[in-house]
């Protein structure tokens, strides 16, 4: 099926979808049903892969045949999964899914203007196909609203739409659990950052060492992929890239961003954006840091193609200039409340004598900046690189030129690919900041019980898991329809029995580790079997010797598959 | 030397052969190749441009000649996921493999052959009918269980060695030869080496066990025997030295074939080496890496296995005549 044919169809269920309320309570006077609806399948992770989120499909199918549904779960290897739902977008039912919590997600508007988007229903995040132009409305407004208060008024109306509307099941916000020794570092000293966790910036910067031991001793479950500031690698690399390379600003402890390189940020008016730089600051092979490093940073990625994955972030920026050797004038194309959280805090200030000359060298070349390697990266960040292998271990020392010092000597990486290891090299002080777990959090909170020196910190995820529904293929297509599947769904079970406890139950986009955005209440949905029966009853579906039917006239336009 | 050549002809034919089951296995995989390094962020004119720089948006059989051409300038590609020469990732972590491999064959080698003389000397008695099973236990018992029980006994129980790594968090070494010669790094080396030892020691310990039946049932133990020569001698001198012949060939096939099998234990143990980087280039679909990895394997089994012809040939003159 083409591009447009595909886009077509996906309108015209929307357009359906919006007749439907008129037409319903009629069909649901008359008593003759429609076709049995088919088998439904949901997709999910494979069980060895994804045990949580499989047992949580099993918990949702159990609760869907309640309902008279017939539904199947498949699990499947998780590249195999991505390339069905990515690249496969009408052969597939239901799936599980998630959304994963980043530093620049602090701010609501990446998932607000993006999961829900009509231009990326095609090849973008909105693979479930849902177009609600009232949405969009309210997304769009709120990315130009720069007035925080009002901005916040917009986003609580887009969490009422979404629920209302139930594009995605919500199922849970997980939590992030990590530990750390508490007998070498000083417990009031490590930071929680909202949203993200102990394994935070701020942690890294200000954790105070508690006796002798100086040295941070980190891990991650599998290698890093590169040290590079123009490229967006992977979560364990951006540990690393975000303590060497400083930027204007950071997103502090509470989720909202603050003036860190940067001494000040005004917003002149609202596309204006004047940035003064600290001063003294110097990058790590001594030269200091100019507003030239700061203009060439955010024209890098937008000019030359070659750091494409920043280059979206930068995408706003009509010009940058520096006015005098202290201050920079971002100039903007349409006004963006999200501007500070997700491009002032998000590019890394690299030095210009450093990357001009290599960015010119990649002039004509199919490469880009991605597969530049340095030998000796050079930042401005409170750490610098001491040494690394990506395989085996990355070792950064304190920058002692930083104008906010951090108290440890070295922040140490070790690859560590045995999570069971992991955990048994806490206690024993081969670790003493375990930084990437992910085995089963009651093995982490019982191994803390018996040694009394191991604090864990559970923190609630930006990122949630959910069930996305097709809405290109019947019945998904009926919010009404989607409603009662949500509400059979029993969420503080899951988190108890899927998550062991170790998550809470949502309901919308904007997670509560952004208590700002959140909208209290909003994720109170409890679970109700008859209410969604009646819901189905009322919107004309009906149940005949146990199985659920379309309502009357509606015909199965697809083969159980 | 015309059994060299036709020797040689053979082993670039095998080498050929695995290279092109490699290239065909991970295009035939389930999922698309480039999920692992097109973010889905990406606009489709980036997807095309990452697809174009390695590839992928080529058909098959060009993509194949492609392959074939850049093997025989020895560019392997640069990896998916870290966007740097394969070929360097692959040799960077190789001497920690091959260390591993040699470190764990000879001590499995020189336990399995002593302990396979021995169970052969004392055939009938209670010592074999204690240590078979056990051997055979060994030898079946999962590599990963293995090394988990190692780990919980000597590094989380009694504390005596370090549970994963190859060094130290943070020690520095003023060169690579430092860094393997250190006790640090043997101390790291000791538990995954002792796991795949035990594991590896079933093979030599039964061949002996066979291999040194044979050999007593011949003549000149049996003159030995007459001549009243002790039993600790005509076992250690006469029987056990011509019995050794086929641990030879097992030996060298046993490190071509280790090297590659070494994913469980190098993952249990977070021991930087070949198996690891293979199982994580598989995890990612890096293929260019698994790609290399798995052709650097076959290579190494390849040579084992000449050598171990050659020297066959060398030790038993026989074998090298009958070739003709």
């Not at chain 1, 417990?187 to 200000?206: A, D, H, Y």
């Not at chain 2, 035939?28 to 692992?36: I, V």
């Not at chain 2, 021995?118 to 008695?125: I, N, Q, S, T, V």
């Amino acid at each position: 099926m083409t591009a447009t044919t595909l886009s077509r169809r996906a309108l015209l269920a929307s357009s359906a979808l919006s007749l439907l309320p008129a037409l319903t309570p009629r069909l649901a006077m008359a008593a003759t049903p429609g076709d049995k609806i088919r088998k439904l399948t949901l997709l999910s992770a494979a069980q060895a892969s994804d045990p949580q989120e499989f047992q949580a499909a099993q918990l949702i199918a159990q609760s869907w045949r309640q309902l008279g549904l017939d539904v199947d779960v498949r699990g499947l290897p998780r590249p195999q999964l991505s390339d069905v739902v990515w690249n496969n977008r009408t052969k597939w039912d239901m799936t599980m899914w998630r959304m994963v919590g980043r530093p620049e997600r602090s701010d609501p508007d990446e998932f607000t203007f993006n999961l829900y988007n009509p231009a990326t229903i095609e090849t973008g995040y909105n693979f479930i196909a849902y177009n609600n132009p009232d949405f969009q409305k309210i997304a769009q407004a709120q990315r130009a609203e720069t007035d925080r208060e009002a901005r916040r008024k917009l986003l609580y109306e887009a969490q009422d739409v979404i629920n209302r509307d139930q594009p995605y099941l919500f199922l849970v916000y997980p939590k992030n659990v990590l530990a750390y020794d508490q007998s070498v570092w000083k417990p009031e000293s490590v930071v929680e950052q909202s949203g993200i966790g102990i394994r935070c910036f701020w942690t890294f910067l200000r954790a105070e060492p508690a006796g002798a031991k100086r040295d941070m001793i980190c891990n991650a479950a599998e290698s890093m992929i590169a040290i590079n500031p123009l490229y967006i690698s992977g979560a364990i690399d951006s540990w690393v890239t975000e303590l060497v390379w400083d930027r204007l600003m950071r997103v502090g402890p509470d989720g909202l961003p603050q003036p860190w390189a940067a001494e000040k940020v005004t917003q002149v008016d609202p596309t204006t954006i004047d940035v003064v730089l600290r001063a003294g600051q110097k990058w790590h092979d001594g030269k200091p840091v100019t507003v030239e490093d700061v203009v060439f940073s955010f024209e890098a990625p937008a000019t030359s193609d070659k750091s494409p994955m920043y280059k979206p972030f930068v995408g706003n920026i009509a010009s940058v200039k520096a006015t005098d050797d202290r201050t920079v004038r971002f100039v903007l194309k349409t006004p963006s409340a999200a501007f500070t959280t997700s491009t002032l805090a998000k590019i890394n200030l690299v030095p210009k004598h450093v990357w001009a000359p290599i960015l010119k060298g990649l002039e004509g070349k199919p490469e880009n900046a991605e597969t530049v390697q340095e030998e000796q990266p050079v930042g401005s960040g409170p750490f610098k690189v001491a040494r690394f292998k990506l395989n085996e271990e990355i070792v950064l020392e304190a920058n002692p030129d930083y104008w906010e010092k951090p108290k440890m000597d070295r922040w140490i990486l070790r690859i560590i690919t045995n999570t069971g290891a992991a955990l048994g090299m806490l206690p024993r002080g081969e670790l003493n900041f375990l930084t990437d777990y992910r085995g089963d959090p009651k093995l982490l909170t019982d191994m803390a019980k018996q040694n009394p020196n191991i604090s864990v910190v559970a923190t609630t995820d930006m990122g949630f898991r959910f069930v996305a529904p097709n809405e290109r293929r019947q019945p998904f297509d009926d919010a009404r329809f989607r409603r009662a599947l949500s509400l059979a769904i029993n969420r503080q079970l899951m988190a108890a029995a899927a998550w062991n406890g170790f998550a809470t139950p949502a309901n919308s986009f904007v997670s509560p580790a952004l208590p700002y955005w959140s909208k209290p209440g909003i994720n109170d949905l409890k679970a109700d079997m008859s209410e969604a029966k009646k819901l189905l009853e009322e919107a004309g579906y009906v149940v005949v010797r146990g199985k659920l039917h379309y309502p009357e006239g509606v015909k199965e336009t697809l083969d159980a598959s | 030397m015309p059994y060299l050549i036709r020797r040689l002809l053979q082993m670039a034919f095998v080498l050929w052969a695995v290279a092109t089951i490699v290239f065909l296995m991970f295009r035939l995989m389930p999922g698309d190749p480039s999920a692992a390094f097109i973010d889905p962020t990406f606009t489709v004119e980036q997807q095309q441009a990452v697809r174009a720089q390695f590839g992928l948006d080529r058909p098959l059989p060009q993509q194949y000649l492609i392959y074939l051409g850049n093997l025989l300038h020895g560019e392997f590609g640069l990896s998916f996921r870290q966007r740097q020469p394969v070929l360097g990732m692959v040799l960077e972590v190789l001497p920690n493999t091959l260390l591993l491999t040699l470190t764990a064959l000879l001590i499995a080698y020189a336990f399995g052959t002593l302990l396979g003389a021995l169970m052969a000397w004392k055939r009938g008695g209670r010592f074999e009918a204690i240590s078979v099973p056990l051997v055979l236990t060994t030898r079946a018992a999962p590599e990963f269980w293995v090394g988990m029980v190692m780990l919980a006994i000597f590094a989380f129980g009694l504390g005596w060695l370090p549970s994963g790594g190859a060094n130290v968090a943070g020690a520095q070494y003023a060169s690579e030869w430092d860094r393997i010669l250190s006790l640090d790094y043997l101390r790291h080396l000791a538990l995954p080496a002792l796991t795949l030892a035990i594991y590896l020691q079933g093979l030599p310990a039964l061949l002996m066990r066979s291999s040194m039946l044979e050999v007593m049932r011949e003549e000149f133990v049996t003159m030995a025997r007459m001549k009243g020569l002790p039993e600790r001698t005509i076992m250690l001198r006469h029987a056990a030295r011509n019995a050794l012949l086929p641990l030879v060939t097992a030996f060298a096939l046993g490190f071509g074939q280790s090297v590659g099998g070494n994913v469980v234990v190098e993952n249990v143990f977070s021991w930087p080496g070949l198996g690891r980087l293979l199982a994580e280039a598989i995890a990612n679909s890096d293929y260019p890496l698994a790609q290399c990895a798995f052709l650097l394997i076959a290579l190494v089994l390849v040579l084992m296995n000449f050598l171990a012809d050659l020297l066959y040939g060398l030790l038993d003159p026989r074998v090298a005549h009958g070739r003709g």
